[in-house]
C-alpha cells in the first residue's frame, strides 16, 4: 500500500489518467492525495470530479480556491470569470451530488506526519490549530453555506489574531489555506506577488520560510497551489504543482517512501502564465 500525493489537477483529466498508469495505482491497494484545486482552468474538470468522487475512502482531497470558487459560483452566488471552465460541471445530470461531495471536503488533512493543506500555513499555527481552524471552516460551509460562500471574497484581515471571530476568522483562514504565498515573520498576509520565491522583496517571504513556522518539527507541509514554485522538496516540506494545466507537468510522490523521486506526466495543454 501507498499513499500518492498528487499535485493541482484543475481538469487536466487526461494527465491525470495517464499519471495514475505511470505509478501503477489501484484503489484496491493505494491511496490518492489530492492537494486540492481539482477543477477550472483545465479542459475536463467534470471527469476530474468524477474520478475523485468514485474513489471513496481511496482519495483524500482538500479543497483549494478554485474548488471554492465552483461551489460559491453554484451555491453562493458568484460569477463566472472569463478563464473559468466550469460550466460543464454546472449543467451536468449528476451536478447536485458532486457539489455534495466537494462541500464534504476538509480544508486540511492530517496523517502519519504529514499535514495536507492546498497553499500553506501562517508561522504561527501549529498542526493543531491548522486543523482546528480547517474544521471550523467545513462545519461552516455544511451549516452557514450561502453565508460564507457569498462572503468568502476579499484580501482583510491580512494578519491572524487569535481574536478574530465570526465571518473574519473564517475568510483569513480561507485565505491562508487556499491562497497563501507569501507572508512575514509575523504573519502578515500578501496575494499581491504570485512569483518566484524571491519575486516579492523584503519584509515577505515564501510562507514556509518563516524561521519561527510552528509547523517546522511537527508535520510535513505537503501543498500545492504556487506554479511559479514547481516541484519543491525540503525538510518537512513537499510542494507539488508544477502547473500542469499552464503547461508544465502533473507530479506525484510517494508519501511513505522518502527515498522515492517524483513521478510526472508532461501536460498537453498550450504553455502559459499561471495565476
Known amino acids: 500500500m501507498a499513499r500518492w500525493a498528487i499535485g493541482d489537477v ?11 498508469g505511470t505509478i501503477h495505482f489501484s484503489p484496491d491497494r493505494d491511496r490518492l ?18 474520478l475523485a468522487r468514485n474513489l471513496t475512502d481511496n482519495a483524500v482531497c482538500v479543497l483549494g480556491n478554485h474548488d471554492l470558487h465552483l461551489l460559491a459560483v453554484a451555491l453562493g452566488g458568484a460569477r463566472l470569470r472569463a478563464r473559468d471552465t466550469l460550466a460543464e460541471i454546472l449543467q451536468a445530470p449528476d451536478r447536485t451530488s ?3 461531495w466537494l462541500l464534504q471536503r476538509p480544508l486540511a488533512h492530517y496523517e502519519s506526519g504529514d499535514l495536507l493543506v492546498h497553499a500553506g500555513v501562517v ?24 453565508e460564507l460562500l457569498s462572503h468568502m471574497y476579499g484580501d482583510m484581515p491580512d494578519r491572524w489574531r ?6 473574519p476568522r473564517l475568510r483569513f483562514a480561507i485565505n491562508v489555506l ?12 500578501d496575494f499581491k506577488h504570485k512569483g518566484k520565491p524571491d519575486s516579492a522583496g523584503k519584509p515577505w517571504m515564501p510562507w514556509f520560510q518563516a524561521s519561527e513556522r510552528a509547523t517546522a518539527g511537527e508535520a510535513r507541509v505537503v ?12 525538510p518537512g516540506l513537499l510542494g507539488l504543482d508544477s502547473g500542469c494545466v ?8 510517494n508519501l511513505d517512501d522518502p527515498r522515492t523521486e517524483p513521478v510526472s506526466v508532461p501536460s498537453r495543454q498550450p504553455r502559459s502564465i499561471g495565476d
Do not use: M
Not at 508561522?123 to 450561502?146: D, F, G, I, M, N
Not at 501543498?223 to 525540503?234: M, Q, V
Open 223 to 234: 501543498f500545492g497551489h504556487w506554479s511559479a514554485l514547481g516541484f519543491y522538496r525540503a
Open 246 to 253: 499552464w503547461g508544465g507537468a502533473l507530479t506525484a510522490v
Open 10 to 20: 484543475q481538469g487536466c483529466y487526461d494527465e491525470l489518467e495517464q499519471l495514475l
Open 123 to 146: 508561522p504561527q499555527w501549529s498542526v493543531a490549530q491548522t486543523l482546528a481552524l480547517a474544521q471550523e471552516l467545513q462545519h461552516a460551509l455544511r451549516t452557514q453555506t450561502v
Open 98 to 100: 458532486l457539489l455534495d
Open 33 to 50: 492525495w489530492f492537494v486540492g484545486d481539482l477543477v477550472n482552468r483545465g479542459p475536463h474538470s467534470l471527469a476530474v470530479l468524477r
Open 178 to 189: 487556499t491562497r497563501l504565498r507569501f507572508c512575514t515573520a509575523t504573519g502578515r498576509i
Open 162 to 167: 487569535a481574536r478574530l471571530s465570526g465571518l
